[in-house]
């Protein structure tokens, strides 16, 4: 679950990335992901992580791990580290268990991990530390993960409920008009037969008269 604010930013950091790869050819390194996202207790969370590099992952040379920390005051834990041979390996820890897993892809860039039956105790920070040989810069980028226990509000669904009764409104007042421009059409032609049949019955009302004059003595 991410909002639609934390997917704009992620959305404008990518389009930033996509801008520097445009004009210089490469893009530096750079570690993407949310500052924050929610995650209802019990369900099962991914929690995204990216990064940009002028450089294809080199697998003897790669380094990363995600730690986690309760506060920025906290140390940080690692649960999950980059390993030569045998990619990505989740740690043990006793506060996650088996619960931390890969779910990225490094081809990609991708080294994002799914938290599963999160619990109100997993809040807290989690990190993504990556460095990319020859890339000189190490990348490091911290989430903020809330656990909630029930749904917010579903503010999302009443601006789309919002904009599909506008959309609605405006489709409905299209159809009148279209309705209404129809019926005046129809009027003018049911008035211009009208008078169409008028002129003939006027013709035939003189015809009578003419006859009834012809009859006369
Ligand atoms: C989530 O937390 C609430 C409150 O602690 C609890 O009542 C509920 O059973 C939990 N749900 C799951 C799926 O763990
Ligand atoms: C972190 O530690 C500093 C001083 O050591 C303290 O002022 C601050 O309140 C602490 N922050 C948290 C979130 O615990
Ligand atoms: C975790 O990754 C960072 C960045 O690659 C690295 O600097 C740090 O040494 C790593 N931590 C451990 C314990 O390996």
Known sequence: MSS?????????????????LLFSGCSSMDVIMPNSINALNGTTIKIPC??????????NM???????????NDTEEMIMAYH??????????????????????????DLSITLSNVQIEDEGIYNCNVRNP?????????????????????????IAVAIGASVGGAL???????????????HRKK???????????????????AEEGNKQP
């Not at 590099?53 to 080199?58: A, E, V």
């Open 4 to 20: 639609p604010a934390q997917e704009r930013r992620t959305g404008v950091q990518l389009l930033s990335a996509a801008m520097l």
């Open 62 to 72: 790669f380094v990363m791990n995600w730690t986690y920390q309760e506060t920025l």
């Open 191 to 209: 008035e211009l037969i009208s008078e169409e049949k008028m002129e003939e019955e006027e013709k035939l009302d003189a015809e009578v008269v």
């Open 172 to 186: 409905a007042l299209l159809i009148l008009s279209m309705l209404v421009v129809k019926c005046l059409r129809r």
């Open 134 to 158: 020859p890339d000189r810069i190490t990348g490091q980028h911290g989430i903020q993960l809330n656990v909630v226990t029930e749904l917010p509000p579903p503010r999302d669904s009443t």
């Open 84 to 109: 030569k041979k045998r990619g990505m390996v989740p740690l043990r820890s006793d506060r996650f268990g088996e619960r931390v897993m890969f779910a990225g892809n490094l081809d990609k860039n």
């Open 50 to 59: 990216t990064f940009t590099s002028c450089y294809k992952i080199d697998p």
